[in-house]
């Protein structure tokens, strides 16, 4: 199992990427590697800091060249062959590792991975898959912005996509997708939802559709995964990480600062820091690629690592594959 | 001033709407006037059963018919003329009244105002304007569900509404607003976001537009006004709604009750209660329409007679008419 990670990518690089392979590999059985892409001279000095000897499983990938978190994706991407992203995802398309590990350039990894892995056969546009923390078990939305306006067509897909990861790598045994809306009824919302919903309710021999769900049920705990186009899943995305932080502006206004500081109060924070889920899997490649938040701490490339060993050692890429080939027969 | 209070209008109708007119009754000037339209002997009782004499400044007006939660909202408006809802905005389109509160049917009371009262000229569609609670002041959002499919055209006549609203009822002198998208860069969004961006960037002389805003702004308080379409800001405010629950959920997990009985915690989540805010103008018709929760409680409604009288005692109606036609005349 050879995972690469993006040595250059996100806003606390090369720290971030290296600190949080480090503790990854403390994690992983010893027959995973974790592979850094970036510029060899700098990562290694990166390292280096970490104490005297490099871990065996940690090897370092040169890469002369960085996309910048503010670059257009697709020039970017075209014009810088030799980036990290583009070396590392060289790497997985050889066959040479098994997943990919970004928090760049959120566009030009999508754009990347995409162009150089390729879809599936029976898959319109590739898709954000993320998770969102409940009280209970957390509930998968997508797509979360790899998409702005979407068709029917490609919800439909967004629905798949996401019902085979639940079911394969998050281990729901049938697990149940809503379509998010703005009522329960079948004639709500707008046009691509409103379609959308005839689409999903046809396609009942492929995942289990229950409907429309609102804003509201999202946190409910009874869905499995919520399908939505990229603008609102995104919105929503970024509103609820800024709900923690509202949180604390709250309780520290208007609690003793012991409360805040308790472990059990710490434990909800814990919940609710989108560190804990580590990276987004853009769901739809031929391969895994896995999408971190710009602003990625060590511990979210930790589980950002966590999440792409289980998407590779589950065959996650072949089982979409094979599902949608399925669906696509019908 | 005279306000009217639908009083079949709700899940917890006549109950909720009844008890939140005498509440209001008691904080408003001896000037001001409650009016319950309903069925007259239902709404008798409920108001008998507060005590014996009716208040002085509170009327009931009869409405024999009644449009349900669920009817179809053109529908209902059509074939029920003697509904709460059609017999108390006529009222106001009379004259005889100043404001006109609802919690039953949003559809119907939506469809009903703009029929009854009409559009300001230069508006294309009504919207309804929602307050997002945040630490700081509360930031109004809009649409929030009036409108799912928006043209450009129709993002930038409720960044107008909107903007009037946050100068004249919520008192903020020159009001920033922002465009939700996904990305603070003008070439981020949908493809109505896109371009309303600069149709919006062209009105600077109406408003005080200051980009684009991303979902993690929204709670930020930087902005007073977010313009979406109403897919995207029903989605949003009902999400955001729930996540008061989720953190109720997290925190019976894992703290003390004493902590969550506590009066600071009780602050925090009355912070988060969308009832403090009592109910959302519906913006753009000629007069002042309240759209409440169909959960209302009494202290819901309490504070949307607040809100309508704000509303009315600022000429809010007669200022979005005057501004909105000046805006035309550009």
Do not use: W
Request: glycine share 12%; with cysteine; proline share 4%.
């Amino acid at each position: 199992m050879r995972i690469i990670l993006d040595a250059m990518g996100g806003d606390h690089a090369p720290e971030a990427p290296v600190a949080g392979a480090l503790e990854a590999l403390a994690d992983l059985p010893a027959s995973a590697e974790v592979v850094l892409v970036g510029r060899a001279a700098e990562v290694e000095a990166e390292v280096a800091k970490h104490g005297a000897a490099r871990p065996a499983h940690l090897e370092v990938v040169d890469a002369p060249e960085v996309v910048g978190m503010a670059e257009k994706p697709l020039a970017a991407v075209r014009s810088k062959p030799n980036s990290s992203i583009g070396v590392g995802l060289r790497l997985q398309r050889e066959g040479k590792a098994h997943a990919f590990i970004s928090a760049g350039n959120t566009g030009a990894v999508m754009a990347a991975s995409a162009l150089m892995l390729g879809l599936h056969p029976g898959v319109d546009r590739p898709a954000i898959a993320t998770l969102f923390p409940t009280v209970s078990k957390p509930v998968l939305v997508l797509d979360a912005g790899a998409n702005v306006d979407c068709s029917p067509r490609e919800l439909r897909g967004f629905a798949h996509l996401g019902s085979v990861y639940a079911r394969d790598v998050l281990g729901r045994s049938s697990p149940a997708v809503g379509l998010l809306s703005i009522g329960e009824e079948a004639e709500k919302g707008n046009a691509a939802v409103k379609e959308a919903h005839g689409l999903l309710k046809a396609e009942s021999h492929a995942f289990r559709f229950v409907g429309n769900v609102e804003g509201r049920d999202i946190l409910a705990g009874e869905v499995d995964v919520v399908v939505c186009d990229g603008f609102v899943g995104n919105v929503v995305l970024k509103f609820y990480e800024s709900v923690a932080h509202l949180f604390t502006g709250l309780l520290n206004r208007e609690m003793d600062a012991g409360v805040l500081r308790s472990e059990a109060m710490q434990r909800v924070f814990t919940v609710l820091d989108y560190s804990t889920y580590g990276g987004a899997p853009l769901l739809g490649v031929r391969g895994v690629s896995i999408i971190c938040h710009g602003r990625s701490s060590a511990r979210a490339i930790r589980n950002a690592v966590r999440v792409a060993v289980q998407a590779a050692q589950c065959g996650l890429s072949q089982h979409i594959g094979a599902d949608l080939a399925g669906g696509a027969a019908t």
